[in-house]
């Protein structure tokens, strides 16, 4: 069994910066794809970004050059930094692992365990 727990969400204006923290762990959570998932209200769940245990990284396309997802394997940390947040950026995030289809399509389908999400909220 995995854990995940999230954690940094908050309100920022347009243009500012948040740094998501996602503290993983259980049995066999280093041989897991890890990821950052959003969803605003009244929408499907999105892929935002990926990361595998050897570091190799995907982006949606909309958050491509914005932010940045890395992992500390000897803390079993998931981080997303965040920065030039728009309004279109606020939603529910939430840290998932799963399979490699996570890292290449940013599929939920590949999605094993689910945090319970941290809300993430930009005003312009």
């Known amino acids: 069994q995995v854990q995940l727990v999230e954690s940094g969400g908050g309100a920022v204006q347009s243009g500012g910066s948040l740094r998501l923290s996602c503290a993983a762990s259980?049995?066999?959570?280093?041989?897991?794809?890890l990821g950052w998932f959003r969803q605003a209200p009244g929408k499907e769940r999105e892929g935002v970004a990926a990361?595998?245990?050897?570091?190799?990284?995907n982006y949606a396309d909309s958050v491509k050059g914005r932010f940045t997802i890395s992992r500390d394997n000897t803390k079993n940390i998931l981080i997303l930094k965040m920065n030039s947040l728009q309004p279109e950026d606020t939603g529910l995030y939430y840290c998932?692992?799963?399979?490699?289809?996570?890292?290449?399509?940013?599929?939920?389908?590949?999605?094993?365990?689910w945090g319970q999400g941290t809300q993430v909220t930009v005003s312009s």
């Open positions: 998932a692992a799963g399979s490699r289809l996570l890292l290449t399509d940013l599929a939920a389908r590949a999605v094993n365990y």
């Open positions: 259980g049995y066999g959570i280093h041989y897991y794809y």
């Open positions: 990361i595998e245990l050897g570091k190799k990284t």
